[in-house]
């Protein structure tokens, strides 16, 4: 399995487009960055051993994974274009607005229903990420379902 410090020990989100989200997103937000810290794989190729501390951004259409030394000093900067994840992450905010209305007024059935869909999209931006970062950053399926989120709530602006 992976090395004990090839993971992240801290992360930061860009807070600088920041709107007021609903406690609904702060709750996911919150969750995917304590499970993430408690649990990950991550291991930038070609970077010095880790542990890492990663500043998540996006910045001019584009996603910035700015990698650190868990001393604060540089290590790597990935970058990625945003165009790929934009349809999964419009569709997955789509059915997520449908599942949190349906919490507080549908049927377990179409709750279930939702979810689901909730899912398979959230698995697909996942698998999306983790095949984009092939070749530059190593992650496993859950990492990469976590910072998926992340991202999904870096697209939430004013």
């Known amino acids: 399995m992976s090395g004990k410090n090839e993971r992240i020990v801290k992360i930061d989100l860009d807070e600088r487009s920041v709107v007021r989200r609903s406690p609904d997103v702060e709750h996911e937000r919150a969750v995917a960055i304590f499970d993430l810290l408690e ?6 190729a070609g970077a010095p051993e880790g542990p890492y501390r990663l500043d998540l951004s996006i910045e001019e259409n584009r ?4 990698i650190h030394a868990e001393s604060d ?3 790597h900067k990935v970058i990625l274009p945003l165009s790929p ?7 997955y905010f789509t059915v997520c607005e449908s599942y ?3 919490i507080k007024q549908s049927s377990p059935m ?11 999209l959230h698995n697909e931006g996942s698998d999306l990420l ?9 992650l496993d399926r859950n990492t990469a379902r976590r910072l998926f989120t992340l991202i999904c709530v870096l697209h939430i602006r004013g």
């Open 39 to 44: 649990d990950n794989h991550f291991a930038p």
């Open 63 to 66: 996603l910035v994974f700015d």
């Open 73 to 75: 000093a540089p290590v």
């Open 85 to 91: 994840f934009r349809t999964i992450v419009k569709d």
């Open 100 to 102: 949190y209305t349906a």
């Open 110 to 120: 179409q709750i279930e229903a939702l979810d689901m869909g909730r899912r398979a």
């Open 130 to 138: 983790r095949e984009r970062l092939d070749g530059k950053i190593a």
